[in-house]
């Protein structure tokens, strides 16, 4: 079994884990904890105990500069190379590979995500699988709101969530509320 390591990133946000092991030369990224879930009660801690050390890997020093200029607006796209998908279900896959299509700047709703994976009549399951979402941030389930606009749940806090999409440049009509015109359509 492989042993999982954590490596404690400072943002300007605050504090995000990266869990990860070894296979190899190669690192694989496990999950990212968000600030809110790092003090929180729900974070995505993979099965084996992480070790929190100065252990690194040359892909997670990459992965973390990456996340550190993503949050200060820089227009990075992060390739999924390294993501272990596979403790995600078929079906929280399909709605991951179709959340990473929704450009920057753009939001779908759950019921336009649901519909565009062939699913029309699965909203909810949607906002589950976007829930368990084990890389926040690299997929960007911070782009799926409620059919209205309203911003719906986000791991990392609706505060953040809200600030994530201002600085990709979506704009809000009131307080919490996307504007009906950053609604990708694919």
């Known amino acids: 079994m492989n042993k999982t390591y954590c490596t404690c990133l400072a943002t300007s946000v605050g504090e995000i884990m990266v869990f990860w092991n070894q296979k190899g030369n190669m690192a694989s990224v496990e999950s990212i904890s968000l600030p809110e879930q790092v003090h929180g009660t729900d974070i995505p801690i993979p099965p084996a105990a992480p070790e929190i050390s100065g252990k690194s890997h040359t892909d997670i020093n990459l992965l973390c500069l990456t996340i550190q ?17 596979d403790t995600c279900p078929p079906f929280q896959r399909k709605v991951l590979a179709q959340t990473c299509r929704i450009p920057k700047g753009k939001v779908m709703s759950y019921g336009q995500l649901a519909e565009t994976i062939g699913n029309p009549k699965s909203a909810r399951a949607v906002g589950t699988a976007l829930a368990k979402n084990p890389f926040p941030l690299i997929i960007p389930c911070h782009r ?19 600030s994530l999409l201002k600085m990709e440049g979506v704009i809000f009509d009131q307080p919490g509320r996307v504007s009906q015109e950053c609604f990708y359509i694919p």
């Open 69 to 85: 200029e993503f949050l200060k607006g820089l227009d990075i796209e992060i390739p999924l190379k390294g993501f272990n998908m």
């Open 144 to 162: 799926v709101v409620r059919a209205g606009g309203d911003l719906g749940g986000y791991g990392g806090g609706l505060k953040l969530k809200e």
